[in-house]
């Protein structure tokens, strides 16, 4: 990262989260840069802008310089789930079959004790429903029945979708969504309706946007597949204004790409693409591309990722290479029809509140946070209750006067009254020994998230190698890595923005699936096989179809796209299906049917046991996916030669006084990009960055290897 006079900037990463926006800067050596500055919610261009001009400082050029070099931009960004979160999206109305009008805000009843703790969910008296996305009276019944076969039961009662599409103009809903039970196995219905909305619209001169759930997610489960169709018409949709926004800031300083946004598969598709909520949550997924790109360059198949920020603590694990995908996950406390890469997220950052119980005199941290302002400790003021950071700053972790590189000065003696007041006095503690206690309370917590998460799914931490990053990320590695005996534990000297490395480091990729139901019994003739193969091979023309076209938008033409074809499957009866690659490009004989076949039992025996494999039971294949990619260019991993294990004495910047476990002591202080590979630093040492601070206490040492990343050893 040293300074030099020229460089050709390609590819400008961005990662705008809730408290700060990240932005790498790749040139055409694959070399990166990393800039931060606040988030600016209400114009995420700016905080944009800001992060950049950060970066580029490094390289001692400018926006101006750089911008119209650049060839790719990808964007991963929280304004859409903050829009859902917040509940203000559009007003949308809802066509449903008749009788079924109350299915959207029963939530398949799980909806009522989403994110709630265990303790809680034993209680009815703790449940409650958030108010439906839809409220009940805009939503409205025709109609129509389809058995789950795909069986026209009774047919669509063509005459009452008129009335109920005036009905819904009538009341000004900004969108229309469609849905009907099992119209993924028939959606002749929905499109109908879909078209005789649109002629109603044009007749009495008020068009909204339609969107009919077939054409956005044909998958079982009407609940999930109703709650992403809205969300795809209440805040997706709304949010390409936001993106257009920093698509216009991005043209305005010279850039000639078309921006790309970061997608809960992940892969990063287009902004104008079809199915914009698959970036619903974009930030985190970027943190795990970028760890499983990591592990590609460096040789490491299993990875525990981790990842702190000012809201939350995110983990996610890379078995043997792969992602794990969860097709019905829940996001907002609403189930979702999205393949989103599996992660377990809780809200405990380094901007989380802190409080105490008045009753039991208890801790208890978050789940809110302060967002952009971190605590008591900001110079503007307006958070006034005690916040993680605050405990930092007091403890001395944090230089207050580099945070953001300098260009914020926080307040120490802000942050000790708060906490003296809101902690300390209502504990009986001193002010240092709450703030460590917070410390060491949100550690334990973090630390006991990520055992449950990897000893939860049948594994060890033994059997990984754990990757801490995130701006609060290497303040706490040492705390909730210990005695976990991970193989190793990794910290990027780029961990603050490992999230914008992430999206720079994705593929150009869409993904599109599609629900089937294709049984097959032990023992049947070849001609079932047959058939059961033509109509997989037919959803995945359809879904190939579908893929071509997104890219088709930004100029692909067919023959540049790689497709890679998936399909779902388990054993007739069972509840949980497995995604597998499928090891045929096309099927054409019974061999192929064997292929697909002996695919799934190596799948199934790897993650359950060889012996609970049960052909008696025949197969079902229970989806189809197709992921299309266009390879574009990523970040090169640093190398760089080794040096002696004695840092240099340049990267000293001398001690300071930091309270650790009932003492203060002396912190010997290094600014981590002065730093050689190969340096060796024992405790208690503070690495500091502009954008991050890595915590060497006692019990640990760190050493840099060649590729800029510290390896954190418990001794």
């Known amino acids: 990262m040293e300074a030099v006079t020229t460089r050709n900037a390609q590819i400008l990463a961005i990662d705008a989260g809730g408290t700060m926006t990240d932005t790498f800067i790749i040139d055409d050596n694959g070399e990166f840069v990393v800039g931060k500055a606040q988030s600016t919610p209400e114009d ?39 829009r859902l979160v917040s509940r203000k999206g559009r007003r949308v109305g809802l066509i449903v079959n008749k009788g079924m009008e109350d299915f959207h805000r029963m939530g398949r009843a799980i909806q ?28 409205r019944g025709v109609t129509e029945r389809v058995d789950l076969f795909g069986n026209v039961v009774i047919p669509l009662y063509e005459h009452e979708v008129e009335p109920a599409v005036l009905d819904l103009l009538e009341q000004d809903v900004e969108a229309i969504v469609i849905s009907l039970l099992h119209s993924y196995k028939y959606p002749q219905h ?30 079982r489960k009407e609940s999930h597949r109703t709650n992403t169709t809205i969300i795809e018409a209440y805040a997706a949709d709304p949010s390409r204004e936001t993106l257009s926004k920093i698509d216009n800031m991005l043209r305005n300083h010279g850039a000639k790409f078309d921006l790309r946004v970061m997608a809960s598969h992940g892969g990063t598709i287009s902004t104008r693409a079809n199915e914009l909520a698959r970036t ?25 990722c981790s990842d702190i920020g000012g809201t939350s603590f995110d983990m996610a694990l890379i078995t043997q290479g792969d992602l794990s995908i969860n097709t019905s996950p829940d996001m907002a406390r609403l189930v979702l029809s999205l393949p989103l890469v599996s992660m377990d997220t809780v809200g405990a950052g380094a901007g989380s509140f802190v409080r105490v119980d008045p009753n039991f005199k208890s801790l208890t941290l978050g789940p809110d946070s302060a967002g952009s302002r971190v605590g008591v400790c900001y110079p503007e003021g307006g958070i006034e209750m005690v916040t993680v950071t605050d405990c930092h700053v007091v403890l001395g972790l944090i230089n207050p006067d580099n945070f953001l590189g300098g260009e914020v000065k926080l307040y120490p003696e802000r942050a000790y009254e708060a906490l003296k007041k809101q902690v300390a006095d209502p504990l009986g503690l001193s002010v240092e020994d709450a703030a460590y206690g917070v410390i060491d309370l949100l550690e334990s917590q973090l630390h006991n998230y990520l055992e449950s998460m990897i000893l939860g799914k049948g594994y060890s931490p033994s059997q990984y190698v754990c990757f801490s990053y995130g701006g ?18 990794l910290v990027p000297a780029w961990a603050a923005g490992f999230s914008a ?37 037919d959803a995945w023309d359809e879904l190939i179809e579908k893929v071509a076209a997104e890219f088709e938008k930004n100029n692909f033409k067919r023959q540049d796209v790689s497709f890679r074809l998936y399909f779902r499957m388990q054993y007739q009866g069972q509840l949980n299906d497995l995604e ?46 197709v992921r299309g990619i266009v390879e574009v260019a990523k970040p090169k991993i640093p190398e760089e030669p080794l040096s002696g294990e004695t840092p240099p004495s340049e990267a000293f910047l001398g001690q300071r006084d930091v309270y650790w476990k009932g003492e203060w002591i002396k912190a010997n202080i290094w600014e981590m990009e002065k730093l050689k590979p190969g340096n060796k630093i024992g405790a208690f040492s503070i690495l500091e960055s502009p954008a991050t601070t890595f915590v060497i206490p006692p019990g640990f040492e760190t050493y840099l290897d060649e590729h800029r990343i510290f390896h954190l050893k418990e001794l």
């Open 112 to 139: 009522a004790y989403l994110g709630y703790s265990y303790s809680d969910r034993l209680h009815l008296n703790t449940h409650r429903y958030d108010p439906p996305l839809v409220p009940r009276e805009l939503t």
């Open 44 to 82: 995420e261009s700016i905080g944009l802008l800001n992060s950049a001009r950060d970066a580029l400082t490094y390289w001692n050029t400018t926006v101006e310089e750089e911008f119209p070099k650049l060839l790719a931009g990808v964007y991963s960004g929280t304004a859409m789930l903050n």
């Open 472 to 489: 609060g990320g290497p303040l706490h590695t040492a705390g909730y890595t210990k005695g976990l005996g991970f193989e190793d534990v």
């Open 190 to 219: 929905e499109r109908k309706i879909r078209d005789i909305a649109k002629e109603v619209m044009k007749k009495v001169g008020k068009e909204v946007p339609v969107f009919a759930s077939v054409d956005y997610y044909p998958v």
């Open 580 to 625: 597998i690659e499928s090891p045929i490009q096309k099927f054409k004989d019974i061999n192929d049917w064997e292929e697909l076949v002996k695919a799934f039992e190596e799948t199934y025996a790897r993650i359950y046991a060889k012996a609970a494999k049960s052909p008696e039971l025949g197969y079902s294949i229970t989806g189809a996916i």
């Open 280 to 304: 619903l949550v974009s930030g985190p997924i970027g943190g795990v591309v970028g760890a499983k790109y990591l592990g590609e360059q460096l040789g490491i198949r299993n990875i525990a």
């Open 501 to 537: 490395f992430g999206c720079g480091a994705a593929d150009f990729e869409y993904r599109y699936d599609k629900t089937l139901d294709i049984n097959v019994n032990n023992g049947d003739e070849d001609s079932s096989k047959l058939k059961a193969g033509k109509e997989l091979q």
